[in-house]
């Protein structure tokens, strides 16, 4: 029943466009604010992830993976990080924003915001992944009072044409 309320309902598009254009102003911000502070550098807080990882109760490292994947591969590969977490954070707003490919920026604000999460940092990150969750349940409808009225239509004439001319390659 809610899900067809958050699906369905023009209320709830209202409502989805409010929560959206909230998150979105959140994630633009944090990405423009990193891409005009005159270089963003991921590199101190990617240390300090591998130096404080996230710990049970027995004191046990929880993630350990996560750290692994860190230590491995996001710290000897900073710089390509150093440019996909601010253009991420700002696309994910635009998308947000526009209400453009909004499942989308929604499901990759929730892959940024549990990376942040299994670094151990807190802040806002519960309150974005619970409004990510709505927005990306919602689906369509989050964005239908945005760009996703045209561009979620044409993606599917699009795929349904191409999916023609493989049936069509498939009689031959």
Do not use: Q
Request: with cysteine; net charge positive.
């Amino acid at each position: 029943m809610f899900n067809k309320f958050l699906r369905e309902n023009k209320i709830s598009a209202v409502i989805l466009t409010v929560l959206r254009l909230y998150l979105g102003y959140s994630w633009i911000t944090a990405g423009i604010g990193k891409l005009t502070s005159g270089g963003f550098d991921a590199s101190g807080f990617i240390k300090g992830a591998i130096a404080n990882p996230v710990k049970g109760p027995d004191g046990a490292v929880v993630f350990s993976w996560y750290v692994d994947f860190l230590k491995h591969f996001a710290l000897p590969n900073v710089d390509v990080f150093n440019v996909v977490v601010p253009v991420g954070e700002t696309l994910i707003g635009l998308g947000l924003i526009l209400g453009c490919l909004t499942t989308a920026a929604a499901f990759f604000g929730l892959v940024m915001n549990f990376t942040f999460f299994l670094a151990g940092t807190v802040s806002h990150n519960p309150r974005d992944i619970f409004l990510g969750f709505i927005i990306l349940t919602a689906g369509y409808n989050a964005g239908r009072i945005g760009l996703d009225r045209w561009v979620v239509p044409f993606f599917r004439k699009l795929r349904n044409k191409n999916a023609d001319v493989e049936k069509s390659k498939a009689t031959i």
